[in-house]
């Protein structure tokens, strides 16, 4: 592992994203970086820019109106990133799964590298799902070194 | 002509390392102060170095010469201050560092990058009468614009300049981009303007500005130091204590409007600075 590769294990910033949730996730997502939890102890900082940030924690299921913005803001975050589905809503689209506006969980618009359950988790839980997934951004930095690659041997053909 | 060369790779690749410590340990401290347990010291080269090996998505081409001129004016400054030149022309050279700043942000469509600069603006026109004021201040002491001149004063400068330390001091708040006067890129945790004037920079430009802002530091506490300039380490100790100051001011208070900080930086700061020029003259 390369000093990049474990600088981004160490400091990963994360936004934020409310996707039609209850705020019962979003209060446990908040109380994680409280005193009591302390998540800046792992590097782990709240940014409200998606340009800045590493993982994505998305609370809630999601609806047409809403997939549209958490895609917008999925596509502003440069690679390598990670998404974080917290929350039964977030998973599966929970208790609201089968309503006629909801789309479902958040898989269903952005890919997700970590499900925590829970109605509503944990902040211990969130902290450990976000410590699970970490490890998957050296697999993430690769493929985007592979993906680049591709794109500059096109550019090179044009 | 070799000593020159050597001191000057030396401030180069010490700056950096220097000043990223005691980023860490302000963000440690910070944490303690909030009943923390807080990151890593190491934590701000965690993540310059993770924001290098991000994807690149500047929003136009320009924006990275900006970031460039940013940094290789802060170098320039950081040189200026360690080869012992002209004091009133490293004023001048920070400036340009901090133009080129406000150039990036404007460079952009973002309106909230937008606003950073123009509160950015705002911050350099509250604390530069503060600088020049000093620079002059010096000179009426040691006679020269030099930084070699401040060495060669006998008597440590603050005997002669104490108000002028304190304006100093004052606006070490804003060119750190504490609270209560760090509107221009807020804090992390208040979001208002998402991230003021840094909000389009991503991955490695992001990283350059982080860098800057090290040797920034430096600089700055260089400045500080010449006040007490005989002997050396004496000067270093004050500067870190006021950089512990700062810390805590920045953790006591709260931020305020831009125009309460114009007026209490030029009444507060340019004001007592000008009595204390006032007071040279008057005593000579």
Known sequence: ??????????????????????????????????????????????VGNPKHADVMVVTGSVNPKTARVLKNIYDQMPEPKLVLAIGAC????????????????VDKVIPVDAYVPGCPPRPEAIIDGAVAALGLFEAKAKAMKEKNAVKAAETAKV | MIDNIIISIIA??????????????????????????????LQPFYDVFKLFGKESIAVNQTQMLYVLAHLFFAIAALLMLVLKQDL????????????ALIMGAMSVRSPYSKIGAQREIM????????????AFGVYKITGSFMIQGVLDYP?????????????????????????????????????ELIKGITTEFSGTQLALLELTDWYDLII??????????????VGILIALACYLLEMVIDNISARVT????VKATWVIGAGTALVNIIWLYVRA
């Not at chain 1, 977030?90 to 969980?105: D, H, K, P, R, S």
């Not at chain 2, 700055?220 to 380490?233: D, E, K, S």
């Not at chain 2, 831009?258 to 900080?261: A, D, R």
């Open chain 2, 12 to 41: 180069i690749v010490g700056a950096p390392i220097i000043g990223g410590l005691l980023f860490g340990i302000d963000r440690r401290i910070t944490a303690r102060l909030q009943n923390r347990f807080g990151p890593p010291i």
């Open chain 2, 220 to 233: 700055l506490l260089g400045l500080l130091t010449l006040f007490f300039a005989q002997p050396l380490w």
């Open chain 2, 123 to 134: 911050q350099m026109l509250a604390y530069e009468p503060v600088l020049i004021l000093m």
């Open chain 2, 88 to 99: 009133l022309m490293l004023m001048f050279i920070l400036a340009f560092s901090q133009i």
């Open chain 1, 1 to 46: 592992m390369g000093i990049i590769n474990t600088s981004r294990t160490k400091s990963p910033w994360i936004i934020h994203v409310n996707c039609t949730a209850c705020n019962g996730c979003d209060i446990e997502v908040v109380a994680a970086l409280t005193p009591l939890f302390d998540v800046e102890r792992f590097g782990i900082v709240n």
């Open chain 2, 258 to 261: 831009w125009p309460l900080m």
């Open chain 1, 90 to 105: 977030g998973g599966t689209g929970g208790i609201f799964a089968e309503c006629y506006n909801v789309l479902g969980g």
């Open chain 2, 155 to 191: 008597t440590p400068l603050l005997y002669s300049l104490p108000l002028i330390f304190f304006a100093f001091v004052f606006i070490l708040t804003i060119k750190l981009r504490k609270s209560p006067f760090d509107f221009s890129t807020s804090h992390h945790g208040h979001q």
